[in-house]
């Protein structure tokens, strides 16, 4: 069995070493952000099931008003996010026995900003199923049939000139696998701008969508 | 005197079926506006888009004469459908959530809490009330920020004959202070007992708008029997005051052209040698009214 797996001791890799820690570790905890982007369905779903949506409405604020107040706390949730992926990273970081000053720590920081752009637009994606769906269960298992099974089957069958800037890949891309340079293998070390963009521009339409589906309904 | 609201043409398509119909409605400051008709007449659909949660098909409306603005929602009290809170917070702090959404700079919620009876139970989870409790916590809800203008849904729906008497005293006490209230209803007695206006709805479309005053006048009834009917149908038929003659179980059902009087019909029978075996004044209700609104237009 060791055979087939190149000799490599761990211990002796920067994973946890600034700078390498700020994209190692937002590249695993991106993988949380699903548990999160639950919180934004429930959150939205209940407020149909409730009928505290249109309660909110009757008393007096516009529906642009109520899409807004959600998106605030999808804002809270990628904020807090980051600001816990920072204060771990700071600590990883430092308990590493390495000596390390600002040259080390700071250069792969652009991470940390891709981390809450990740984070921002799929909860506002998480958002927008709910809206579109306003039940709990179907929306959580849309989110997790398209983010696993509809968007990898649609990546084969395209070049990967389309499928990169799929809204899930485009969101993954920002911060693609990055431990196969432990391997030997090279790797991006600097965050895309294009797909930054690009997820971006997603998190704006998503946006636009979940207004045209909240102002044309009748709640 | 200011205008509350004004509907023009209001219409509301669901698919194939008109849920309501060019409705205009005209609401003036102070009045207790009722807008009666049956289950699926377009009461709840007239007044979910008057609250903004409804999409018109055509058709506008306007709140103090000011258009549909969203924020103007905040001057207006509404109770629509079934109380809607948060259920995880208990009663006072869903209304703070609310007084926060009106931008209430002092929202007196105890004022609202003991008026409207729900002092005992405002510290529990709005999850464990019972249906009369959150009827109340609603109307509580409705009365935070001084409204202008209360628009209630069934206001009495689910509650028991105490609530339901509460409630009544509760809206004319409101009324009695100036503010307008409307209400949907199908309780006839209910909107005769609390209302100074009515609009009657059927199947979408407004079939009176008014005072309930004009809608009883002349709508009293007088119930005739004789032992001879077929000679009291002949006279009667030749009595210029008569508006309507309905046979019924062995009487005739007679209703008066306005200003006529019973008492013209009766002493007319009797010159005319009719030998009456009964005669009875009923006052006029709006049940009868509505009934008879609703056969007038039967299509």
């Known amino acids: ?219 | 005197m200011q205008k509350i609201l004004t509907t023009e043409n209001l219409s509301k398509n669901y698919g194939i079926l008109k849920a309501l119909d060019k409705l205009s409605l005209n609401v003036t400051k102070g009045d207790v506006f009722g807008i009666l008709g049956p289950n699926g007449s377009g009461k709840t659909t007239t007044l979910g888009i008057l609250l903004g949660v409804t999409n018109a098909t055509s058709g506008s409306y306007s709140w103090f004469e000011k258009g549909k603005n969203d924020h103007l929602r905040k001057k207006i009290g509404a109770l629509l459908d079934k109380p809607n809170f948060y259920p995880h917070l208990n009663g006072f702090q869903n209304l703070a959530l609310i007084a926060d959404i009106k931008d209430l700079k002092s929202p007196k919620i105890h004022e609202k809490i003991e008026i409207s009876g729900v002092s005992k139970f405002v510290n529990r989870k709005f999850g464990t009330y019972s249906t009369g409790m959150k009827q109340r916590l609603a109307l509580a809800a409705t009365l935070l920020g001084e409204p202008e203008v209360l628009v209630l849904d069934e206001p009495t729906n689910g509650l028991d004959p105490e609530g339901i008497a509460d409630v009544r005293e509760l809206i004319l006490k409101i009324a009695n202070q100036g503010i307008t209230v409307i209400m949907s209803s199908h309780l006839l007695d209910e909107v005769q007992k609390v209302c100074t206006h009515v609009a009657v709805l059927k199947s979408g479309k407004k079939l009176y708008e008014g005072q309930v005053q004009s809608l009883l006048a002349g709508s009293d009834g007088i119930e005739i029997a004789s032992d001879n009917m077929a000679q009291l149908e002949k006279v009667l038929s030749g009595f210029i005051g008569i508006e309507q003659i309905e046979k019924k179980q062995g009487t005739f059902k007679v209703r008066l052209k306005d200003g006529f009087k019973a008492s013209e019909l009766s002493s007319f029978l009797i010159t005319n040698g009719i030998d009456i075996t009964h005669f009875s004044h009923q006052k006029g209700s709006l049940e009868q009214e509505f009934l008879h609104l609703l056969s007038e237009n039967r299509a």
């Open chain 1, 1 to 219: 069995m060791a055979n087939d797996v190149p000799n490599i001791d761990l211990a002796l890799k920067p994973i946890l070493q600034f700078p390498d820690v700020w994209q190692n570790l937002t590249y695993i905890a991106g993988y949380f952000k699903i548990i999160l982007a639950l919180i934004v369905i429930t959150s939205v779903s209940n407020e149909f099931s409730y009928g505290t949506a249109r309660q909110n409405i009757i008393d007096g604020i516009s529906r642009r008003e109520w899409l807004f107040s959600k998106i605030g706390l999808a804002k809270v949730l990628a904020l807090y996010s980051t600001l816990l992926v920072i204060v771990i990273g700071f600590i990883l970081g430092y308990s590493q026995g390495v000596q390390v000053d600002t040259a080390t720590i700071f250069p792969r920081m652009d991470y940390v900003l891709a981390y809450f752009i990740e984070l921002i637009v799929y909860f506002i994606y998480a958002l927008f199923l709910a809206l579109l769906l306003k039940r709990t269960g179907l929306s959580i298992i849309l989110l997790l049939v398209y983010d696993f099974i509809l968007e990898p089957i649609l990546s084969w069958s395209v070049p990967d000139s389309i499928s990169n800037f799929l809204p899930m890949s485009t969101i993954d891309n920002l911060n693609t696998f990055p431990f196969s340079k432990y391997l030997g293998n090279p790797i991006e070390a600097i965050v895309s701008l294009e797909q930054l963009v690009w997820a971006v521009g997603y998190g704006i339409a998503f946006i636009v969508f979940s207004y045209l589906i909240l102002k044309s309904k009748d709640l």
